[in-house]
């Protein structure tokens, strides 16, 4: 709303201590990730929202929108307020969050790291439209609701984005199709350990690989910088941590990732295809 009829504030200009600079809010981005703008773990926490041309208006002049909301912008500011006091605050006490939350959470999908949020933003609207029209009750889950639908779009719609922009995947893609290309040898290169399925033959099929969290972090960034990529993770704990957290986009990619032994105190991860005839793994034993 402040950004659609262009409220600005004053600032101290730098270096300077009387004068001062109006600063005007041009666009409005609303994220929940702890990352910069350019990490690509971004593209879980975002939806995308399609305006279709059809449904443009034709004498649309936005000038004179901008005009309209301007003049009633204390009205449409204090009706929020009094909607957030009234309405709002109180479902939240009494948790009718969590209603959206458990709704959520039985719904698989992508983008499931941003519940918390989706679930306060549907619950709002819901609040909202509850105060518009009294008659409507409260919609709890129901498979056929249309912020359900909604959901299952932004899933359809978004995975393959998703999986496209997803670096772990990235990286064990490149990291397994570098090993195939060196017929399963990791040469001064790698820290991991290669598996095989035919390590006695003279060209061998590479599955995976495994090794500990400094293994694999300190392969990964051997691979990024051979490839040109700029490797987003500092430490091994961060890797392993975003690994896990992908894990199901990663796994409906035909990749298995599984906890192996303990070695010298450090935990082993095997990474490995899964075979696509039997869906089992097809890691080897690992020693």
């Known amino acids: 709303?402040?950004?659609?009829?262009?409220?600005?504030?004053?600032?101290?200009?730098?270096?300077s201590d009387s004068d001062t600079v109006e600063e005007r809010v041009d666009a409005l981005v609303l994220i929940t990730?702890?990352?910069?703008?350019?990490?690509?773990e971004l593209i879980n926490r975002t939806y995308d929202v399609m305006f279709h041309a059809e449904n443009k208006r034709l004498d649309f002049i936005a000038d004179d929108v901008l005009t309209r909301l301007a003049h009633v912008r204390h009205k449409i500011l204090s009706t929020f307020f009094k909607l957030l006091a009234d309405e709002i605050l109180p479902e939240l006490a009494n948790g009718l969050r969590a209603t959206y939350?458990?709704?959520?959470?039985?719904?698989?999908?992508?983008?499931?790291?941003?519940?918390?949020?989706?679930?306060l933003m549907v619950?709002?609207?819901?609040?909202?439209?509850?105060?518009?029209?009294?008659?409507?009750?409260?919609?709890?889950?129901d498979e056929n609701a249309n912020w359900i639908k909604w959901i299952e779009s932004l899933h359809n719609d978004n995975y393959d984005a998703e999986r496209e922009t997803n670096v772990n995947?990235?990286?064990?893609?490149?990291?397994?199709?570098?090993?195939q290309n060196r017929n399963g040898s990791t040469g001064n290169d790698y820290l991991v350990k290669v598996l095989v399925r035919n390590e006695l033959s003279d060209i061998k099929e590479v599955l995976g690989f495994t090794g500990n969290a400094k293994?694999?972090?300190?392969?990964?960034?051997?691979?990024?910088?051979?490839?040109?990529?700029?490797?987003?993770?500092?430490t091994p704990r961060q890797l392993i941590y975003r690994l896990i957290d992908s894990k199901s986009l990663i796994e409906n990619q035909g990749w298995v990732i599984e906890k192996g032994p303990t070695i010298h105190g450090e935990?082993?991860?095997?990474?490995?295809?899964?075979?696509?005839?039997?869906?089992?793994?097809?890691?080897?034993?690992?020693?």
């Open 267 to 287: 935990q082993q991860w095997v990474i490995a295809r899964r075979d696509e005839s039997t869906h089992e793994s097809t890691l080897p034993e690992v020693s």
């Open 33 to 40: 990730a702890i990352e910069p703008l350019a990490k690509t």
């Open 215 to 234: 293994q694999i972090h300190a392969s990964f960034s051997t691979l990024s910088k051979a490839k040109g990529l700029k490797y987003p993770y500092t």
């Open 1 to 15: 709303m402040t950004s659609a009829t262009g409220i600005s504030k004053l600032k101290r200009k730098a270096g």
């Open 101 to 119: 939350m458990k709704a959520l959470n039985e719904t698989s999908w992508a983008k499931s790291r941003t519940n918390e949020y989706l679930a």
């Open 123 to 141: 619950m709002f609207d819901n609040v909202i439209d509850n105060a518009l029209d009294p008659t409507r009750k409260n919609v709890e889950y």
């Open 169 to 179: 995947l990235t990286y064990i893609e490149y990291m397994v199709d570098d090993l």
